[in-house]
C-alpha cells in the first residue's frame, strides 16, 4: 500500500506563486516515474507534469511550460510543483500520482493517487 499527500495549496492571486509536494510512503517510490494532474470544476482532470524515477527527465502540458517546474527529493521520498506566474486557469484540485513505470510516458499507467490539495488564483 502507498500513501501519497499533497500539501502546499491555497489562495494565491495571478502572477503569485506556489509549491506543492507530495509526501510518499509505504514503498520504493523512488523507483517509479511520479505525476501532478489537476482537476478544475466540471472539467475532466488533464494532466500537468510528470517526472521519471531519476529526475532527469520531465514533461510538462504546454499550457504550463516555462511557469510550472516538476522535481524531486529522493533523500526525502517527496515530489514538488513549483507554480509561477500563476493565471485563474490554473485553478484546480492538484493531486500527485505514482507510475507504475520507471519513465514516464503519454497513457501510462500509474498505481495510486493522493488525495488533493486545492489551488485557487484569483484575478
Known amino acids: 500500500q502507498v500513501q501519497l499527500v499533497e500539501s502546499g495549496g491555497g489562495l494565491v492571486q495571478a502572477g503569485g506563486s506556489l509549491r506543492l509536494s507530495c509526501a510518499a510512503s509505504?514503498?520504493?517510490?523512488?523507483?517509479?516515474?511520479m505525476g501532478w494532474f489537476r482537476q478544475a470544476p466540471e472539467k475532466e482532470r488533464e494532466f500537468v507534469a510528470a517526472i521519471d524515477w531519476s529526475g532527469d527527465t520531465t514533461n510538462y502540458a504546454d499550457s504550463v511550460k516555462g511557469r510550472f517546474t516538476i522535481s524531486r527529493d529522493r533523500a526525502k521520498n517527496t515530489g514538488n510543483l513549483q507554480m509561477n506566474s500563476l493565471k485563474p486557469e490554473d485553478t484546480a484540485v492538484y493531486y500527485c500520482?505514482?507510475?507504475?513505470?520507471?519513465?514516464?510516458?503519454?497513457?501510462?499507467?500509474?498505481?495510486?493517487w493522493g488525495q488533493g490539495t486545492q489551488v485557487t488564483v484569483s484575478s
Open positions: 500520482a505514482s507510475y507504475s513505470t520507471h519513465y514516464y510516458y503519454s497513457g501510462a499507467p500509474f498505481d495510486y
Open positions: 509505504g514503498r520504493t517510490f523512488n523507483h517509479y516515474a
